[in-house]
């Protein structure tokens, strides 16, 4: 019987190769899910997962349930600690040592690599040997949502398996089952681009917040006057930032004070501490840069949306809950500003990731945006 894995309902390829492998009892060594972010990866990924650590257990459903949970001691999920790149010591002892240890308890063991496309040349090689000739009882998922930045090395010896981008109706009629209103559901479908976990954000409180603060931030370049009261219109972003960032940090302290009270005082206690300190950092900058990544693509969007409303292309507009309140700004717009005004959103995403100054990336698109579009022509 073909077993289809929660997380591949929606991608025939994933279904088809993951489903006839587990029927089959021949499970690859080494796969690479690759495919848009929030399209069911992880989920598949903690699936087979389950799926392989239950196997001749005595009580199936009881390993599946630690694995689900994160803590099966056979399951290994490893998350790159660099705020854009994986470190050696990520894969080292994680996984490259332990993969040459037998199992806890179960006949196999798995190890989960989010962002395999982080991997430079010293982390490939060092996981090479592994992934190309592990012990029979071992299998690794490499995850991945950029397959063209992963390194060949590591690409050829991982068997694919794609999961396509999910349409925006399908993501709509997810989140109307959840409860979202469908207007605000098909627009978050739409300005998802394929991405669940990204609609399912935005049609939260917090997301809908998210996209009142880039709304006034671009009305406020659009009017071309900077008023006291919009003297910084990105101060909001970045506060949302800052918020998203402590939500993050606020959680591992929640998770280490848990694992810290029943350890006892020692070297070891103090080297958890020390790791989960690291954690809080590398937590809260991923979060913080999520918002401000999608912040700024959402800016970009707004005037996509402008220079389609400009041009009568309403059909096309992604934010179509808002776009009676987009209409308004369009008359006279320059459609080539509009574009370039998206470009230029573009770079400054593309600058945080080189760990600018946030103040003054952004002080800078604003004053970039003004000259282009501070007002109709």
């Known amino acids: 019987m073909t077993v289809v894995l929660e997380g591949t309902e929606d991608h025939a390829h994933a279904r088809m190769v993951l489903g006839a492998a587990l029927a089959n009892g021949d499970a690859s060594h080494a796969y690479l899910f690759h ?5 069911g990866k992880r989920t598949a990924a903690r699936a087979l997962a389950a799926e392989l650590l239950a196997a001749g257990e005595g009580d199936p459903d009881a390993a599946k349930k630690r694995v689900c949970a994160g803590t099966h001691p056979d ?3 490893v998350k790159p600690t660099g705020a854009h790149v994986m470190r050696v010591s990520d894969v080292d002892e994680p996984v490259v040592a332990a993969a040459g240890r037998t199992p806890f308890e179960s006949r196999k063991r798995v190890f989960v690599l989010e962002r395999a496309d982080t991997m430079n040349d010293e982390v490939a090689n060092r996981l090479l040997k592994t992934l ?9 998922i490499l995850l ?11 690409v050829s010896r991982c068997q694919l398996v794609r999961f396509d981008a999910l349409s925006s109706e399908r993501i ?52 071309g006057e900077r008023r006291e009261a919009q003297a910084e219109p ?18 591992v302290a929640a998770t280490a004070a848990e694992r810290l009270e029943n350890e006892p005082k020692g070297r070891d206690r103090k080297a958890l501490e020390r790791e989960f300190e690291e954690a809080a950092k590398r937590d809260g900058r991923r979060a913080r840069t ?11 969007v707004s005037f996509r949306d402008l220079l389609c409303i400009a041009e009568g292309a309403t059909g096309a507009v992604l934010a179509s809950d808002r776009a009676p309140t987009l209409a308004t700004a369009a008359p006279g717009r320059d459609p080539r500003k509009l574009r ?3 470009e230029v959103c573009e770079q400054a995403r593309q600058s945080l990731e080189l760990n600018v100054s946030e103040d003054l990336a952004l002080t800078a698109l604003t004053l970039r945006l003004e000259r282009l579009v501070g007002s109709a022509d």
Request: glycine letters at 8%; hydrophobic letters at 45%.
């Open 172 to 223: 709509a009629a997810t989140l109307e089952r959840e409860g979202v209103e469908p207007g605000r559901a098909g627009a978050c479908g739409r300005l998802a681009l394929g991405n669940a976990s990204r609609a399912r954000f935005l049609a939260s409180d917090e997301g809908e917040a998210l996209r009142d603060d880039v709304e006034a931030l671009v009305r406020a370049v659009l009017a």
């Open 132 to 140: 190309e000739e592990p012990p029979d009882f071992v299998h690794l």
């Open 75 to 77: 399951l290994t999920w």
């Open 290 to 300: 999520e918002v401000l990544d999608l912040g700024l693509e959402l800016a970009a």
């Open 35 to 39: 495919g848009p972010p929030g399209t």
């Open 340 to 342: 370039e005004a998206m």
């Open 234 to 251: 990105w101060r909001a972003l970045l506060d949302r930032a800052d918020e998203r960032c402590d939500q993050a940090q606020a959680a």
């Open 144 to 154: 991945t949502d950029a397959l063209g930045q992963v390194l060949e090395t590591v």
